[in-house]
């Protein structure tokens, strides 16, 4: 069975934010809150503490109108000095990622984070399965904070401890589960990593998913690909030649996954049923619409999109593969991109000889991402510099110690 203990780390009271005149939320209230609706999470209005979207960050945060946030960044971190490393996931906003120290993918920043020892607090601007995988891989000297507990990963959601253990039965009951091994995206908890480890598996990220595919198929002979089915339905018919009908889809919400014995036993990729709710939103209208509005634009997706996207697509490729391809491209070409929109936006400006357009004509921000705001980014720098660590993120040692086998084996991928 694997271990379903919860490794986010309750925000204690006395170290937990909350806006000018909210009334305190008290620890067992959060515990207590059942799960609610995603619309309510996501405006932080209640709290799941076994949710990847964290719990509610009550607590006393400054107001967003007060003139003095930036001078007070800058203060409390030039207070921290070295002691603190901030973080900045490609996806966030601009007020938060003038502080960061470096920007990246979340495993680039894990790593980063990993090679400066002397940084004693990683404040970690992004969301919470990033936060927990720095959390894995620094030393056990560094804490790592996320500012606002609610930024979590609704992909990274999408499956628990318990409904991958119900899989892996499901697979164990159709004499499968020894043949197959679990190959889990980076945008995964610490759960679902450790789930993998335990299980022979690998870790992989959207640059190196058919490296880890092809390990993983010399390994077995089917794979559990966990949780985007998008990565790995793209990753395996697009560049692996296998057919739509070599994959299924395990549905964590019907019984037996929503799918027969016979389906499990005959293919080659299980697909877990999850979805980035940013990179899923982008339709083939939306590509069609954009070749109809600019003539000769070079249409650039995130495999995270939807296959029927990405075979529309030119070019399909990390947030790396994107923002190298735009550097790389020459003055004067135009070009739609399909990830999230803080990035975009920004690429837009620091190319202003090309023509770089959002894929999607609705705005289309991840909202959990967005949850760190330059407020919460003060609070948690402002605390550090007074002392007091708020909203740590730590893995407990079980987790951490299987997470890091799948992650290893990741780095090990030949
Ligand atoms: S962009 Fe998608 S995968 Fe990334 S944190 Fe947001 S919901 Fe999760």
Redesign the pocket.
């Given at each position: 069975m694997m271990n379903s203990v919860n490794s986010t780390k309750s925000v204690s009271e006395k170290n937990a934010p909350r806006r000018k005149g909210a009334k305190p939320v008290t620890t067992t209230e959060i515990l207590d809150v059942q799960p609610t609706p995603l619309a309510l999470l996501l405006l932080g209005r209640a709290a799941d503490p076994k949710s990847e979207r964290g719990v509610e960050c009550p607590g006393e945060l400054p107001a967003p109108s007060d003139p003095d946030l930036v001078e007070r960044a800058r203060a409390a971190k030039a207070k921290l000095g070295e002691r603190v490393f901030v973080l900045g996931?490609h996806?966030q906003r601009d007020e938060v990622i003038e502080f960061a120290d470096v920007t990246g993918d979340s495993f680039k920043l894990a790593r980063d984070a990993a090679a400066r020892p002397q940084a004693e607090y990683i404040v970690f601007c992004?969301?919470h399965?990033?936060a927990e995988s720095a959390d894995i891989l620094t030393s056990a000297d560094q804490q790592v904070i996320l500012p606002d507990l609610a930024a979590?990963?609704?992909?990274?959601d999408m499956a628990s401890a318990e409904q991958v253990a119900e899989c892996w039965d499901a697979l164990t009951e159709a004499g499968i589960a020894d043949v197959t091994v679990p190959v889990s995206y980076m945008?995964s908890s610490a759960d679902i990593k450790a789930f993998t480890g335990r299980h022979g598996g690998t870790i992989c990220t959207s640059s190196n998913a058919r490296r880890a595919l092809e390990w993983a198929f010399s390994q077995g002979e089917k794979v559990l690909f966990l949780p985007?089915q998008h990565l790995g339905r793209n990753t395996a018919v697009r560049e692996m030649g296998f057919s739509r009908d070599d994959c299924v889809v395990y549905n964590p919400h019907k019984p037996g996954g929503g799918v027969t014995v016979e389906q499990l036993r005959e293919a080659k990729m299980i697909l877990w049923r999850g979805h980035?709710?940013?990179?899923g939103r982008f339709s083939l209208d939306s590509v069609e619409d954009v070749r109809s509005r600019i003539p000769g634009v070079n249409v650039l997706v995130h495999p995270?999109c939807k296959h029927e996207v990405v075979s529309a697509a030119d070019y399909v490729g990390s947030t790396e593969y994107i923002i190298k391809a735009l550097d790389a491209a020459p003055a004067g070409s135009a070009w739609a991109i399909g990830t999230?929109l803080n990035l975009v936006r920004r690429l837009a400006k620091a190319h202003p000889d090309k023509q770089i357009v959002f894929l999607d004509k609705t705005v289309c921000f991840?909202?959990?991402?967005n949850r760190i705001d330059l407020p919460h980014l003060v609070w948690a720098l402002e605390s550090l510099a007074d002392g007091t660590v708020v909203n740590r993120i730590q893995v407990d040692e079980e987790t951490e110690h299987y997470a890091k086998v799948a992650l290893e084996q990741m780095l090990a991928l030949p």
């Open positions: 996931h996806y992004g969301v399965f990033m979590g990963c609704s992909m990274a945008n985007d980035c709710s940013v990179h995270e999230e991840c909202s959990t991402m």
